[in-house]
């Protein structure tokens, strides 16, 4: 000791320094007598710089000297001090390091007996002194007896033979200590209760072509889908019986997919299984429509089918959904899903539905075209004009006011935004019906009349927006073709030959001048034309729109003016799953 020290009065008024280390890693597995010697032996070491015996401490502790040698004794194992000696009691701690620390040292001399009966129980095998430190070392961290352990080494090896790893073993074992099975008393009645179950168990695994005896996972098994799911053993094995591939494992599978589906029955599995390879069925067709490959096709199934399934949508519906995703080049379940999400939001899920939902789109399609007609715009509707039609709509205007502010903006600049100015203009105003407006408009033509007069007639209005699609849709397959030609430089090249050979034919033949050469050249430029074609596979009816209907070239009324009965056979006298497919496929050039 050195020549200054603490006075007792100042040890008193000082603290005790306790590792992280040692109440993280070791407290928790001592109980409340075995921390207060050791808490009291750190005091000691810190503050207390004069003799103190082991009868002192005995005493302060109100234990015994025994009691505290013994619990000192116990910290020893795991090395966070030692026992320097016993007269006079002297003990040295060490710091606890959490990377030097031990676990309890394992005192392998009362293990003696237990060697003897498991190597008695495996005498083909000759048990490694590795082995048996691993058998202590789960005894000792899961308080497991010999006597208990010898059980389960009996059972293990009466399960897989004498060359059984040690590891499997063990891993019973820690199985069972995690349910809280530990003594002697307790393993066997858990082998008992094994041994009443191996009957249910060994039927299910017959069930499945399967002759290997039942392991300890495969009882716990049983009692999950028996005690908690709540199936019968009858069910269990016919389910089973279904499926041969995949072991227990597989079977857990679909048993939990029937409970979180309710099925507890023969018959409802069997429907359930059969309504599921149907589904599954429906979405192979719909990823061939939709040009997709399903690596794994129950993950389509489960994310998106069965979901729009739920939804209300039927099987051909959403065939024909699909068919229509691809020609609007959503070829894709998530480009589809956000079609169907769209859809269920508007309250469009039956096939009546869907036909009713498009007519709508079409006829405003064709309205909108009629928009950009009266304000002196050539072109196609596109999305930004249907867009702009919603819009004034919201604002309350009728057909009519929109088609008189369109008229307003003939010979703009920037049409679409100027009717908007003036719709605005007008809503400001309160001005909403035609006669409200403070100029008078120009007097109805017989052509304004007449199409106002067809507007009103719902069921013609109705032909002409499905023909109106299906001639652009006829066109939209011409021009496709036509500037799949004009993409080979040789062939607008020809083309454009062709144009001004037929310009100089036409010249010579109004002044009377000599067209052979014109002519012949001509002839030589389309045999040219024929060739170019064919070498894309192409022909000349092909880049000029084809109609369905040769009667009324797609006009859908006839020579007479009476509706062409075309309209009958595809729309009026079809089937719901028909109709709905010629909907679809006429609208197709409508982005939804």
């Given at each position: ?25 070791y407290m ?47 910290w ?59 058998y ?37 074992a ?79 599978e ?81 480009r ?20 009713s ?32 039609l ?5 604002w ?28 605005s ?37 109705k ?5 109106f ?32 050979t ?87 050039n409508?982005?939804?």
């Amino acid at each position: 000791m050195g020549f200054c020290s603490y006075s007792k009065e100042f040890s008193l008024s000082s603290y005790t320094g306790v590792e992280n280390q040692f109440i993280t890693k070791y407290m928790p597995m001592a109980d409340g007598d075995a921390v207060k010697v050791y808490l009291f032996g750190l005091y000691l070491c810190q503050n207390v710089q004069e003799e103190y015996t082991l009868a002192e401490a005995a005493r302060t502790l109100n234990f015994t000297e025994e009691k505290v040698a013994d619990l000192f004794r116990f910290w020893e194992d795991f090395d966070l001090l030692e026992i320097v000696s016993m007269q006079p009691f002297s003990v040295r701690y060490f710091p606890a390091d959490y990377a030097k620390g031990k676990p309890k040292r394992i005192r392998t001399e009362k293990y003696t007996e237990f060697n003897k009966a498991v190597q008695s129980l495996m005498p083909k095998k000759m048990i490694s002194a590795s082995e048996f430190m691993k058998y202590f070392a789960v005894m000792e961290e899961y308080s497991i007896k010999p006597e208990a352990m010898l059980l389960i080494v009996r059972y293990c090896v009466d399960l897989k033979g004498e060359s059984i790893p040690v590891n499997y073993i063990l891993q019973v074992a820690r199985n069972f200590a995690a349910e809280g099975v530990t003594t002697v008393e307790q393993i066997e009645n858990k082998l008992s209760d094994y041994l009443v179950k191996s009957g249910d168990i060994s039927a299910v695994l017959r069930a499945m072509g399967s002759s290997k005896k039942a392991e300890p996972d495969d009882y716990k098994l049983l009692k999950k889908w028996t005690d908690e799911f709540g199936f019968e053993l009858p069910v269990i094995t016919y389910t089973a019986s279904l499926y041969k591939k995949g072991g227990l494992a597989k079977l857990d599978e679909v048993l939990q997919e029937l409970y979180s589906n309710k099925k507890f029955t023969e018959s409802e599995i069997k429907e359930y299984l059969s309504r599921k390879t149907e589904i599954r069925n429906l979405t192979l067709t719909i990823a061939k429509e939709l040009g997709v490959y399903c690596q794994v096709i129950d993950t389509y199934t489960d994310n998106f089918v069965s979901k729009w399934l739920a939804a209300g949508y039927e099987d051909s519906s959403l065939v024909q959904l699909a068919k229509y995703c691809f020609r609007r080049e959503r070829k894709s379940f998530e480009r589809m899903d956000e079609l169907i999400g769209k859809l269920v939001s508007l309250g469009v899920v039956s096939a009546d539905s869907i036909i009713s939902y498009m007519e709508n789109e079409a006829r405003e399609q064709e309205f909108a075209g009629e928009v950009l007609k009266a304000a002196g715009i050539s072109r196609r509707v596109n999305n930004w004009d249907r867009e702009c039609l919603r819009n004034w709509r919201s604002w309350n205007f009728s057909d009519e006011m929109i088609l008189k502010a369109a008229e307003t903006a003939v010979g703009k600049a920037s049409p679409m935004p100027y009717i908007t100015s003036v719709l605005s203009s007008w809503k400001s105003k309160g001005i909403f019906a035609p006669e409200q407006l403070a100029k008078e408009q120009p007097r109805e033509t017989y052509f304004q009349k007449q199409q106002r007069e067809e507007h009103d007639a719902e069921f013609r209005k109705k032909v002409q927006n499905y023909y109106f699609n299906l001639r652009e849709r006829a066109r939209d397959i011409a021009d496709h073709y036509l500037k799949r030609a004009r993409s080979n430089e040789a062939f607008r090249k020809n083309e454009e030959e062709i144009k001004s050979t037929e310009i100089k034919l036409a010249k010579a033949e109004a002044l009377g001048g000599d067209t052979s050469e014109s002519a012949a050249a001509l002839k030589k430029l389309k045999a040219e034309r024929a060739s170019l074609l064919k070498s894309m596979q192409l022909t000349e009816e092909m880049l000029v729109p084809s109609y369905r209907c040769k009667k009324c070239n797609d006009t859908g009324f006839d020579k007479n003016g009476n509706v062409c009965s075309c309209y009958r056979e595809f729309v009026e006298n079809a089937s719901d799953e028909k109709k709905l497919a010629n909907i679809l496929d006429v609208y197709s050039n409508i982005d939804l």
